[in-house]
């Protein structure tokens, strides 16, 4: 993670420790930690800081040809 000051905003909650979110490069990221989403909703943000692991969602140019055939 970048910095303290850096940001994800959420676009889904599945429970009360793990979202799917966007960060400041516009990367989709499943973040999980305790208690991250708990009285947040869609559209919020949270402190990288606050994530425990983060799993950064990417695909590779060859894959994303293969699916467009």
Not at 19 to 35: F, S, V
Request: net charge negative; hydrophobic share 40%.
């Amino acid at each position: 993670m970048e910095g303290k000051d850096a940001i994800v905003k959420i676009e889904r909650i599945y429970n009360n420790n793990v979202i799917l979110a966007h960060d400041d490069k516009n990367e989709e990221i499943i973040a999980i930690g305790r208690g991250l989403a708990f009285g947040r909703h869609v559209g919020d943000t949270i402190e990288k800081d606050r994530i425990e692991k983060p799993c950064i969602m990417s695909l590779k140019k060859e894959e994303i040809s293969w699916m467009q055939k």
